[in-house]
């Protein structure tokens, strides 16, 4: 079976490093991306099983990224994941309602990160 491709999309390089060596080690091929339009052009050129993003970014933040992406036919049922240091109600609200699947704050157990990805990529 070939490998589960999921995509992070986070500012921080440190981040993106962390979430990556969570998934690598059970796994998943990871394809980093710095800003939700370096996502789109990312995800332009290679299609993926799952994205992780961040919602504070500069550009292009988090909600603005998955509403964006949701608007393209062949990205609309792609799962996503917001990790965030962000938990008000009314992000995740927003969140939500742009298409996110699942939110997850900052700093996070790798070990329930891997269980929404698993979770989502087998729905």
């Not at 491709?5 to 500012?11: A, N």
């Not at 909600?63 to 062949?74: G, P, S, W």
């Not at 996070?108 to 990529?121: C, E, G, W, Y």
């Amino acid at each position: 079976m070939a490998k589960k491709s999921i995509l992070i999309v986070d500012d921080s390089a440190s981040m993106r490093a962390t979430v990556a060596i969570a998934l690598g080690g059970a796994g998943y091929e990871v394809i980093e991306a710095r800003d939700g339009q370096d996502g789109l052009n990312k995800l332009a050129a290679q299609r993926v099983n799952l994205i992780i993003s961040d919602v504070n970014m500069p550009g292009m933040d988090g909600i603005t990224f998955v509403k964006k992406l949701k608007e393209q036919a062949a990205l609309r049922f792609t799962p996503v994941i917001m990790l965030t240091t962000e938990g008000a109600e009314e992000k995740k609200q927003q969140g939500k309602a742009a298409g996110a699947k699942a939110w997850i704050i900052k700093p996070f157990d790798p070990a329930k990160l891997l269980d929404a990805v698993s979770k989502l990529i087998q729905a």
